[in-house]
Nanobody, 124 residues
Framework: QVQLVESGGGLVQAGGSLRLSCTAS????????MGWFRQVSGKEREFVAA????????DYAESVKGRFTISRDNAESTVFLQLNSLKPEDTAVYYC?????????????????WGQGTQVTVSS
């Protein structure tokens, strides 16, 4: 059974930082591209970042470029998202997901497995 488990969310003031983690089990982690999405209630799930199997190539949404960093540790089957210079508009539930479709990495429909999400709340 495939499981992706996120952790690290919380409440932080604007300008602060958080580090999200997502640990996978039940799948050959190092063969999957990994991504992070976020969702605000009533809105569509939004692409945040993705990286290739080795982490050599990354991609970010324009809204988070220069502030967020995605990375992975294949030995630990874990993907991370470092969130710096947080803004109130970053408030959302953050999800990690896995895909074998790099070309389609921006579209949530192309991701096969999802975590349960972790809440990030940024106060002004």
């Amino acid at each position: 059974q495939v499981q992706l488990v996120e952790s690290g969310g919380g409440l932080v003031q604007a300008g602060g930082s958080l580090r999200l983690s997502c640990t996978a089990s039940g799948l050959p982690f190092r063969t999957y591209f990994m991504g992070w999405f976020r969702q605000v209630s009533g809105k569509e799930r939004e692409f945040v970042a993705a990286l290739t199997t080795t982490g050599s190539l990354t991609d970010y949404a324009e809204s988070v470029k220069g502030r967020f960093t995605i990375s992975r540790d294949n030995a630990e089957s874990t993907v991370f998202l470092q969130l710096n210079s947080l803004k109130p508009e970053d408030t959302a539930v953050y999800y990690c997901a896995s895909t074998r479709n790099w070309t389609g990495r921006l579209n949530a429909l192309n991701y096969a497995y999802w975590g349960q999400g972790t809440q990030v709340t940024v106060s002004s």
